[in-house]
């Protein structure tokens, strides 16, 4: 295994509560509501086969199973992979790493990226992941890959008082080099701008590829709100302008995170 690789599973293993990520702060709750949105235009009808790939601790995965969907899960984290075996309702789960899947050929209606595409600092590594997830959709099949954006780091010690002389160096360093620096924070990962993510999949051969933004332009003004008396008038209006603006070019790279759904082709 390569150090990267070593490192994020340590990262995720020892240092970060991934199976809380999504209740806490204003940024995860739209995250996960929006996601959520998204996947309902995505994905087809339940029943649909579906592999979440770098699923976690299985938040997404198990919300799929209750709404009806057939799902398998693979994360690099093996104590990922136990949590999700061990929930409720406990999902198929496998370690494997995105760049070579255990999968076979077209084995499934849907393939979801939402981890692997960021912790993959090189692009030919990234290319692998979405090619190995096109290769076990079937044609028609969607892949859908979220990306954290370029600008997400800055934004965020913005929103919350902590842009220092450090962050905003960072900030500067990153308009050319999308690769995050482990000593500010998180782990090995690489920030995309949104014509970047949509390059890429395309280039993984899928089309008719559509890059939305997850958290919506407001989503700073939600955590800048949090604990005041308008955070929950806020909060909503930061979901209600991340679904008007959700595929709008000029706002797009301003969301935390990136959703790029695309389609497989026949073969
Ligand atoms: C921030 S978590 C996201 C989990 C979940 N998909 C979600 O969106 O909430 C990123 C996940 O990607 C996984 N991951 C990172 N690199 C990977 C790789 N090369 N192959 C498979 N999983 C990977 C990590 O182990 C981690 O569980």
């Known amino acids: ?50 592999l979440d790939v770098g699923g976690g601790t299985g938040e997404y995965a198990r919300a799929l199973v209750a709404a009806g969907y057939e799902v398998r899960l693979v994360d690099l984290v093996p104590d ?24 076979a050929d077209d084995a499934y209606d849907a393939v979801l990226l939402l981890g692997p595409l960021y912790h993959l600092v090189r692009r030919a590594d990234r290319l692998r992941a979405l090619r190995e997830a096109v290769r076990v959709t079937r044609p028609g099949g969607r ?12 934004l965020d010690f913005a929103a919350t008082g902590r842009l220092d002389a450090r962050t905003l160096a960072e900030a500067r360093i990153l308009l050319t080099d999308g690769t995050n620096d482990p000593r500010i924070g998180f782990t090995h990962a690489y920030f995309h701008r949104a014509e970047e993510v ?33 955070q929950d008038a806020v909060f909503a209006a930061a979901v209600d302008l991340a679904q008007v603006y959700s595929s709008e070019p000029a706002l797009v790279g301003s969301s935390a995170h990136l959703l790029a759904a695309g389609r497989v082709p026949q073969r």
């Open 1 to 50: 295994m390569d150090q990267h690789s070593s490192d994020i599973i340590d990262y995720y293993t020892q240092r970060y509560r991934e199976d809380q990520r999504l209740t806490g702060r204003p940024q995860a709750r739209l995250e996960w509501i929006r996601t959520m949105q998204l996947l309902g235009d995505f994905l087809p009808g339940p029943g649909a086969r579906v």
């Open 80 to 103: 990922h992979v136990a949590q999700v075996r061990a929930g409720q309702p406990p999902v198929e789960a496998q370690v494997a790493d995105a760049r070579a899947l255990p999968d």
């Open 143 to 154: 892949v859908v890959a979220a990306a954290i954006s370029r600008f997400a780091g800055a």
């Open 198 to 230: 949509a390059d890429e999949c395309a280039e993984a051969g899928l089309t008719g590829v559509v890059v939305h933004g997850v958290e919506g332009p407001a989503w700073t003004a939600a955590e800048a709100a949090a604990g005041g008396p308008t």
